[in-house]
């Protein structure tokens, strides 16, 4: 770890346009044994791509603004001197350039080291259990034994609006179940816009997740309020269900934080969420033909939410396999867009002893 904070100190001096001519060992070396697709090129451009990684997994708000900044990886910073770069990144936190130095620079170096020792360690993970990840588009079939029962589960790598075959997905949205633009990334954004009823120019005539989350808020009196974190609002798939998607179970696990656009997420409002989730799937089970089988989950929170990946997910799993034990065993889909989560997803299922399905 000190290796690589030190590594990581000599790359915020000399500044990106002199990678090249630097001596990084330990930095090249993590580059060849991370998920990251660039590193396989080798070379400097194997290094940055691990740090636009590592950064890119902070999750943004201060300390990746000032981790941005630090190593000249915004738009058009890369040939700033070391120390314009410290200044900027003295800015993203509102201290004074000599109370960056002395304090915030060292926690900025400890946190990306932090995210470029996960980068490399689900590699490793998923080589060693045989569960190489796939693609963007790709999955991984894998078998876990609960309370004596085979439960299928299923990790995706493709965009959450690219999704077929699973009946129930779960989208986390913030307590006050406004969901996010049409133009956002998220995964309620890209369920919407997937889920709206389109006319033949494309217009948007019936905006349905919407449309129905605010009858459930209005049927529950809850219009302009927040409600508990951990509950679910079941709605329609509406366009998506051509797509084998029959239900939209929204998850409330997001804290606005006031006068900002970020969010805060308590950790147990996801175990919470998950049971209610899955309550609420068995109750609606039978009311389909054929009945639901099939339950996704994005890693809930790990977004603008700012929690890590493992963290989310250790939460996740813990609460779906308690109630998998205690009520009986549905097809479990894991859904990431980026192949390092998967990653991410895969070594922790592998350390919890889950095996590869083999065709059958």
């Known amino acids: 770890m000190?290796?690589?904070v030190g590594e990581l100190r000599a790359l915020r001096e000399r500044g990106l346009v002199r990678l090249r001519h630097t001596d990084l060992p330990e930095l090249r070396s993590a580059a060849a044994r991370s998920s990251v697709l660039d590193a396989a090129r080798g070379g400097p451009g194997a290094v940055e791509a691990l740090l636009r990684a590592a950064i890119e997994n902070i999750g943004g708000g201060t300390l990746g603004a000032a981790a941005t900044a630090t190593f000249g990886l915004g738009r058009g910073a890369r040939d700033r001197a070391a120390q314009d770069r410290r200044r900027q990144a003295a800015l993203a936190y509102g201290v004074s350039v000599e109370r960056f130095r002395k304090h915030h620079e060292r926690v900025v170096l400890e946190q990306v080291a932090e995210e470029i020792i996960k980068l490399c360690v689900?590699?490793?993970?998923?080589a060693r259990s045989g569960m190489i990840m796939p693609e963007l588009g790709g999955r991984v079939d894998l078998e876990a034994r609960i309370g004596g029962a085979s439960v299928p589960v299923i990790v995706h790598v493709e965009p959450v609006e690219l999704l077929a075959g699973v009946d129930i997905i779960v989208a986390p949205i913030n307590l006050h179940l406004e969901p996010s633009h049409h133009f956002k990334s998220s995964v309620s954004a890209a369920l919407r816009r997937s889920a709206a009823i389109r006319g033949t120019d494309g217009q948007i005539v019936a905006d349905v997740l919407a449309d129905e989350l605010h009858a459930w808020s209005a049927k529950h009196g809850r219009v302009g309020l927040p409600i508990a974190p951990g509950t679910i609002a079941a709605t329609s798939s509406g366009a998506l269900e051509s797509q084998g998607v029959r239900r939209i179970y929204h998850l409330a696990v997001a804290s606005p934080r006031p006068g900002s656009n970020d969010?805060?997420?308590d950790p147990t409002s996801i175990a919470q969420g998950v049971r209610n989730a899955m309550a609420m799937a068995r109750a609606e089970r039978s009311l389909?033909?054929?009945e639901l089988a099939s339950?996704?989950?994005p890693l809930l929170g790990a977004g603008r939410g700012g929690l890590p990946p493992e963290t989310s997910f250790?939460?996740?799993w813990s609460a779906l396999e308690r109630d998998l034990g205690e009520h009986g065993p549905w097809e479990i889909h894991f859904i990431t867009r980026r192949r390092a989560v998967a990653d991410i997803v895969l070594a922790?299922?592998?350390e919890a002893g889950l095996a590869r399905r083999l065709p059958e």
């Open 2 to 4: 000190e290796d690589l």
């Open 122 to 126: 689900p590699a490793a993970g998923s």
């Open 263 to 265: 969010y805060d997420i």
């Open 288 to 290: 389909f033909e054929p």
């Open 295 to 297: 339950i996704g989950f």
């Open 314 to 316: 250790t939460w996740l």
């Open 348 to 350: 922790k299922l592998a």
